[in-house]
């Protein structure tokens, strides 16, 4: 007997009690980006609608729902750093998406440190194992299929500076696994990490030559 379908036009509203296209888009890397203000003032915030684009030259980018600080701050700069969120930091991350007001720091709300980077000026948070400092290639406002611009902004921008824990990188590769990056996934509260146990491997197929 074949299973049931459930379908739905977003435009018309899901049905659900949650939003399911949060939930089949996953797991999602946290972008957890930081960045400074033109008067000095550093920032940092989660944005879940985060990947990489390119690995030649490397670019990351992430998505934010209306014009926030991080926008506001990265368009006035052209800088930004991302920093890796694993399991042990996961609930100074959400301390970090606090509503606070805008002269404040989250560094400090979240009792995080701030480091300066090397190459832009923006501080990376120290406790994070891997950090990328940053460079804004495009900013972009996202249209709908009719064209018309929604309040959504894209943030792209290059690496230029990568720093990783040394604790975390063995025979010359980055231990995913040790490290324990958070991602985001499933229900409005739902996050996921990395372990062993969920881990498989797949070569690559060659093509049989004749």
Same mark, same amino acid.
């Given at each position: 007997?074949?299973?049931?379908?459930?379908?739905?036009?977003?435009?018309?509203?899901? +049905?659900?009690?949650?939003?399911?296209?949060?939930? #089949?888009?996953?797991?999602?890397?946290?972008? /957890?980006?930081?960045?400074?203000? *033109?008067? +000095?003032?550093?920032?940092?915030?989660?944005?879940?609608?985060?990947?990489?684009?390119?690995?030649?030259?490397? #670019?990351?980018?992430?998505?934010?729902?209306? /014009?926030?600080?991080? @926008?506001?701050?990265?368009? %006035?700069?052209?800088?930004?750093? /991302?920093?890796?969120?694993?399991?042990?930091?996961?609930?100074?991350?959400?301390?970090?998406?606090?509503?606070?007001? *805008?002269?404040?720091?989250?560094?400090?709300?979240?009792?995080?440190?701030?480091? $300066?980077?090397? =190459?832009?000026? @923006?501080?990376?948070? $120290?406790? *994070?194992?891997?950090?990328? $400092?940053?460079?804004?290639?495009?900013? #972009?406002?996202?249209?709908?299929?009719?064209?018309?611009? #929604?309040?959504? /902004? =894209?943030?792209? &921008? $290059? @690496?230029?500076?990568?720093?990783?824990?040394?604790?975390?990188?063995?025979? &010359?590769?980055?231990?995913?696994?040790?490290?324990?990056?958070?991602?985001?996934? +499933? +229900?409005?509260?739902?996050?996921? &990490?990395?372990?062993?146990?969920?881990?498989?491997? =797949?070569?690559?197929? %060659?093509?049989? *030559?004749?």
């Amino acid at each position: 007997m074949p299973s049931s379908n459930y379908y739905y036009e977003p435009q018309q509203g899901h +049905g659900l009690a949650h939003d399911p296209f949060k939930s #089949i888009i996953a797991p999602r890397p946290i972008g /957890w980006i930081s960045t400074r203000s *033109s008067q +000095g003032i550093d920032n940092l915030a989660p944005y879940s609608f985060f990947n990489a684009f390119s690995d030649t030259p490397p #670019i990351i980018g992430f998505s934010s729902a209306g /014009w926030k600080d991080s @926008v506001e701050n990265i368009k %006035q700069t052209g800088e930004f750093c /991302w920093n890796m969120t694993t399991r042990d930091l996961a609930e100074k991350m959400n301390q970090s998406c606090a509503a606070i007001p *805008s002269e404040m720091s989250e560094f400090e709300f979240s009792g995080l440190t701030p480091v $300066e980077s090397k =190459l832009v000026n @923006v501080p990376r948070v $120290e406790e *994070s194992p891997v950090s990328f $400092e940053c460079k804004l290639t495009q900013l #972009i406002q996202l249209n709908n299929a009719e064209q018309q611009a #929604i309040p959504y /902004w =894209l943030v792209l &921008g $290059e @690496v230029i500076g990568v720093h990783i824990n040394s604790d975390f990188i063995e025979d &010359g590769v980055f231990q995913t696994i040790k490290a324990q990056p958070v991602t985001r996934a +499933g +229900g409005p509260t739902s996050y996921f &990490g990395i372990s062993e146990a969920t881990e498989f491997v =797949l070569v690559r197929p %060659q093509y049989p *030559s004749k």
